[in-house]
Structures are given as C-alpha cells and as structure tokens.
C-alpha cells in the first residue's frame, strides 16, 4: 500500500519567506501528484497537479515538483502571506489499472504570521 | 459550473441511529469519491463510482456503510447504526478523467 509522508507537519514562518513542504511517498509507480490546500474545517482545494511524465508544475506563487526515481515531491511558495494559513496535502494516484483512489499524506499545518 | 456540493454540511446524531448523507458532482463529471477524514488526519479513500457502478470500495466500508449513485449524477453515502468512531469530515470528490480530483465542501458528522 501506498505510504505518503509530509515533512514537517507544522511550520510557521513570518510573512514574505519563500518556504517548501516536502512530500514522499513509498511506490514511485504513481499515475499522478496533487497539492492541495484546507482550510480549518473546510473541504480540499486543489492546487496543482503533476502528472507521472512531469517533472513540475506552476500556478502564480505555487511550484510544485516530482521526482518519481527518489518517492518525492515539494511544494514551492514564494512570497509567503497570511492568506496562505492552511494546511497542505499531497496526495498521490496508483499508477495501477485498479487504483482510483488518492493516498493522501496527513499534510503541513502552516502559519504565516504578519 | 457550481463546484461539488454536499448536504447536510453538519449532522448531529446520536449513536445508533441512521444518518444519509448527499454529494453533487460537477456536471458531467462521471467518477465520483467519497472520503473519510479524521481531526489531524488525511483523507482516507471509502468508495468510487463510475457513472453509476460502484468500482471499489475499501476496507474502511463496513457492512454498516452503504454507498449509491442510482442514476451516475448524485450520490448518497448511508451509515446504519452509527458508533461514535464514525465522527468524522466526510468528504466527495468528482472528476471527468482518472486525473484531477474536485473536492466539494464536506459534511461533518458527530455522533454523540
């Protein structure tokens, strides 16, 4: 089974850092990579999302990286701002014709203060 | 397009009885999630549909969970005499392809 770890789990950093959460997993055979973002007590939102063939992925202030050799990904966020507060979660898709189901990592509980 | 809804987005119920819950997917979307997440946890996956055929489900389904989507566009997820281990956020997701997940809101139940 699919173990997906996220290092660290919590971070605080003052506003206007660059910062990166680190994501592994354990079976490089993935089909694809997602970040997302929660909100206390909300749903997911999704962020980016790498395919097995990528190597990275870019939204605005958000780079997301894959390295499928290694089991690893990283998220990339420049800039840093209070609005970022959330936790992220990667999540990876087996690459396996019955997987369907995304394994998720606990997430990083990160806090940009002002 | 109105994104994934969900209903009720919190249930109070207590132990033993029946609880439904209800997921929109986004139109056109085919393949529909459910997800169970705890406090300080990750999602964990419970079931897939594709149209309207259940494709897998996991473990974490006991015969207590029941999950339909009779006409391949909603879908409810029913817990029959619930235990308090059941509180959690439960959460669907949509997608039109085996890529990106959409997440909808979640609902959140606690079982006293």
């Known amino acids: 089974k699919q173990e997906v770890t996220q290092i660290p789990a919590a971070l605080s950093v003052p506003e206007g850092e660059n910062l990166v959460l680190n994501c592994s997993f354990t079976d490089s055979a993935i089909y694809n990579l997602q970040w997302f973002r929660q909100d206390p007590g909300k749903g997911l939102t999704s962020l980016l999302l790498?395919?097995?063939?990528?190597r990275e992925q870019t939204s605005g202030r958000l780079n997301a990286s894959l390295d499928k050799s290694s089991g690893r990904s990283t998220l990339y966020i420049a800039a840093s701002q209070p609005g970022d507060s959330a936790t992220y979660l990667c999540?990876?898709?087996?690459?396996?014709?019955?997987?369907?189901?995304?394994?998720f990592g606990k997430g990083t509980s990160l806090l940009v203060t002002p | 397009d109105t994104g994934v809804s969900q209903d009720p987005r919190h249930k109070i119920t207590k132990r033993g009885q029946n609880v439904t819950f209800r997921c929109d997917p986004i139109?056109?979307?085919?393949?529909l999630y459910w997800y169970r997440q705890t406090l300080g946890q990750g999602p964990e996956f419970l079931t897939y549909f594709q149209n309207e055929a259940q494709l897998e489900k996991s473990r974490l389904l006991s015969d207590r969970f029941s999950a339909e989507r009779p006409k391949g566009s909603f879908s409810t997820l029913e817990i029959q005499r619930t235990e308090q281990g059941d509180s959690a956020m439960y959460l669907c997701?949509?997608?039109?392809?085996?890529?990106?997940?959409?997440f909808g809101p979640g609902t959140r139940l606690t079982v006293l």
């Open positions: 999540a990876s898709k087996s690459g396996s014709n019955s997987g369907y189901a995304l394994n």
């Open positions: 790498i395919q097995s063939s990528q």
């Open positions: 997701a949509s997608s039109l392809t085996h890529n990106e997940q959409f």
């Open positions: 139109s056109e979307h085919n393949r």
